[in-house]
């Protein structure tokens, strides 16, 4: 994949986004040969300065994505509630226009976190223009509840996806994520992190530690951006 020269030497930026009536805070981190930008989500019980979305977005800008770190409204205005999921996708959608007339990418990724990447993939399933989907621990059910599964969209999705996941994570189980991307029709790529849960920590005992998982994140990220984001 190749570097949009154009975007090589941007300046990190903090913005403020209007969502309808509201606004809110949103970050532009760019990457080094800088191939596409990832407006990445944070999940329900975090927000864009948390330790773990931090961590992401220093992952994906090694690789060459650019990254867009934003606060939904509940959390913005201080809330731990998260919106609706029609809020959440439109802060999303603000974002992403945001993006468009700052940076001009020659590639948008959407996704993030948990909660964050579900609205990023409902808004996917609606026929939101973009390059591909970026889902890292999709929140395939809530933890103990495997019957209420979140699938129902997926098979509307057409861009190239992403899926990351821990093999330990209590909100994804395997057998049923791994039954519901054969309902997909688009590429989907879904990657499993041996031992790793929800937070994509793994426990001591693996012979792993969570720098190591985060660099086999960067790998499959890294793989999937050059085959599948032209």
């Known amino acids: 994949m190749n570097a949009d020269p154009a975007h090589r030497f941007a300046m990190p930026a903090e913005w403020r986004v209007s969502v309808g009536g509201d606004t809110t805070t949103a970050v ?3 990457a080094d040969a800088q191939s596409a930008v990832f407006v990445c989500a944070h999940g329900a019980g975090g927000h864009m300065a948390d330790r773990g979305l931090v961590k992401v977005a220093e992952t994906m800008r090694s690789v060459g994505l650019g990254v867009v770190r934003f606060n939904f409204l509940y959390r913005e205005q201080r809330s731990s509630r998260p919106d609706p999921m029609p809020r959440l996708m439109e802060c999303i959608s603000a974002v992403v226009a945001r993006v468009r007339d700052e940076v001009a990418p020659r590639a948008i990724v959407i996704g993030g976190r948990s909660m964050g990447g579900r609205a990023a993939s409902m808004l996917a399933a609606d026929g939101f223009p973009s390059d591909g989907l970026l889902l890292l621990a999709y929140p395939l059910h809530p933890a ?10 997926l098979p509307a999705i057409t861009m190239p996806v992403l899926c990351v996941s ?8 395997r057998d ?3 039954r519901a991307v054969r309902t997909v ?3 989907w790529t879904m990657h499993w992190l041996e031992g ?10 693996s012979g792993r530690t969570d720098s190591e998982v985060l660099q086999e994140v960067a790998d499959a990220t890294r793989s999937w951006l050059t085959t599948s984001i032209a």
């Open 196 to 205: 790793a849960d929800h937070s994509f920590h793994v426990l001591k005992s």
């Open 166 to 173: 821990g093999t330990r994570d209590p909100l994804c189980r």
């Open 176 to 178: 049923l994520m791994e």
């Open 185 to 187: 029709t688009t590429h």
């Open 144 to 153: 103990g509840q495997p019957e209420k599964l979140r699938d129902a969209h």
């Open 28 to 30: 532009y981190e760019p």
